[in-house]
């Protein structure tokens, strides 16, 4: 497999596969990943899903202080609001998407499943159930390594399929009592306002006064949603929304990198790159031209990619 395979899967699916929607869930993708060498990386965290396959390698995950051995065919999961970190001296080929889902336009039994997965859901997936998802992936890159026009519908659902088989290979045992998680709280209805009020007001000065004002709840009660339900500060999940958004107008546009500080709500340029370069540890710019962003179009084919 050439590097230019990896480097067409991701323009192809970072471009094209941002969000997957039907009658039951709704799924955003913030990024989809073919490294061909992944070493090392920080110690860090997100407000959403990574799961990542291990095509072929050596190395470790630390998960919330637990070490688990990586190789071959391992399938593991990085939950919200979790610190983590992947360690390989060799190298390691890695597939990885980011996601969550829009509780919006999602059902509420995929929305209590999603929630499960949060405080339950398995950190490295059993071998058997990770073949599947693994076959599926293969499937994906194997489409793109053709180098036949890729047909849009057909991508579509092999990555609905594989988000599937995601959720199925993480979920938790069976024998957890599932009773207690599937009851909705005012404590997650207030969270779930929270988060939507910030994802429609990016672009304003968002401060957690003003949000607890809007929900009527003290600022104390809101920054204690944020750490119960995602383990982060309000601030840390503020900016890392941000940050996804700008790396959507990095991917999908022309915009100046100025612009695209002042959309996402950044009071400099400055501030949204020294931002934006310490969550993903590349510099605005440099992301714009990496292999995420490589050979991107500036329109949508109907049918189906090029």
Not at 259 to 283: C, D, N, P, Q
């Amino acid at each position: 497999m050439s590097y230019e395979t990896y480097r067409r899967a991701n323009a192809l699916l970072n471009q094209h596969i941002s969000e997957i929607t039907n009658e039951q869930v709704s799924f955003r993708i913030h990024y989809w990943g073919f490294m061909p060498e992944h070493y090392n990386n920080s110690l860090h965290r997100h407000s959403f899903f990574e799961v990542c396959y291990v095509l072929q390698g050596e190395g470790s995950y630390e998960d919330d202080g637990t070490t688990y051995p990586l190789s071959d065919g391992t399938l593991f999961c990085s939950r919200p609001g979790i610190w983590h970190q992947i360690r390989s001296e060799q190298g390691l080929i890695l597939f990885f998407v980011a996601f969550e889902i829009d509780e919006q336009r999602s059902s509420e039994d995929y929305c209590r499943n999603v929630r499960n997965l949060i405080h339950r859901g398995k950190v490295v997936a059993d071998m058997k159930d990770a073949e599947i998802s693994a076959q599926i992936w293969q499937t994906v890159f194997s489409l793109v390594e053709n180098k036949k026009p890729v047909f849009k519908d057909m991508l579509n659902l092999l990555c609905l399929s594989l988000l599937y088989s995601l959720l199925h290979s993480l979920s938790p045992d069976p024998a957890f009592d599932h009773e207690s998680l599937v009851e909705d709280t005012e404590e997650h209805r207030q969270f779930t306002r929270a988060k939507l009020y910030i994802e429609d007001n990016l672009s304003s000065a968002v401060s957690i006064e003003h949000v607890a004002k809007e929900l009527c709840i003290s600022t104390r009660h809101l920054s204690r949603l944020f750490h119960s339900q995602l383990g982060q500060t309000f601030v840390h999940y503020v900016q890392e929304r941000r940050v996804q958004q700008a790396k959507d107008y990095l991917l999908n546009s022309d915009l100046a990198i100025k612009e695209i500080a002042k959309l996402t709500g950044f009071e400099s340029v400055h501030y949204f790159t020294r931002v934006f370069t310490k969550m993903l540890g590349v510099s605005p710019a440099r992301f714009r031209k990496s292999q995420f962003t490589e050979g991107r179009q500036t329109r949508k084919l109907p049918n189906h990619f090029a």
